[in-house]
């Protein structure tokens, strides 16, 4: 494996998900302590508990796959500044297009439950809104434009959020 590669993986990893997952929660419950809008934790003993145990594990497990996808197949990382060399269509994007991107509403959706916090339920739709607009717009036209009618006829097969009962098989 390529040190470089691994290096941005790396960057890529704790420039992305730490982001969304890490800092901007931590800013909105430090902004919002001491305020109507405060997380509160829920107990070992809630049922949401497991709840959120068991939506961050699916949200990583997934995000785990994606990104060693990436990385194996594709030789390349999640990021934009460092993107997949080759096509990805293996594992779950034979199901959904953006299955990293439902990986991380899954642990973002599980942070908000187990810290009971209003703000980052907040955050989660904000970032969901955001990607909404963004992949469609942005994200999926540099993909057309770098891998050409196969990625074209990738679209055509597979949803962009709401995974196929199927596996896309291409021709």
């Known amino acids: 494996m390529d040190a470089g590669l691994l ?6 990893l704790v420039v992305l998900p730490g982001t969304v997952l890490g800092l ?9 302590a001491d305020t109507a809008w ?23 497990l997934l995000a785990s796959w994606t990104n060693r996808l990436f990385l194996l197949v594709g030789k390349g990382t999640p990021a934009p500044w460092s993107p997949p060399k080759k096509f990805v269509v293996h594992g779950p994007y034979r199901y959904v297009r953006n299955p990293m991107m439902l990986a991380v509403y899954l642990m973002l959706a599980a942070e908000a439950l187990f810290f009971g916090s209003p703000a980052i339920w907040i955050w989660l ?11 469609p717009l942005s994200e999926e036209k540099g993909l057309r ?25 291409q021709p």
């Open 125 to 135: 739709a904000v970032f969901v809104i955001g990607n909404l607009i963004y992949i």
């Open 145 to 169: 434009k770098r891998f050409g009618e196969d990625y074209v006829l990738f679209c055509r097969n597979v949803p962009r959020w709401i995974p196929r009962l199927r596996p896309w098989r």
């Open 7 to 12: 290096g941005r993986y790396a960057g890529a």
């Open 24 to 32: 901007v929660p931590f800013a909105l419950s430090r902004l919002t």
């Open 38 to 60: 405060q997380s509160n934790p829920i107990s070992l003993n809630n049922p949401l508990f497991l709840l959120a145990v068991v939506i961050g594990m699916m949200g990583f």
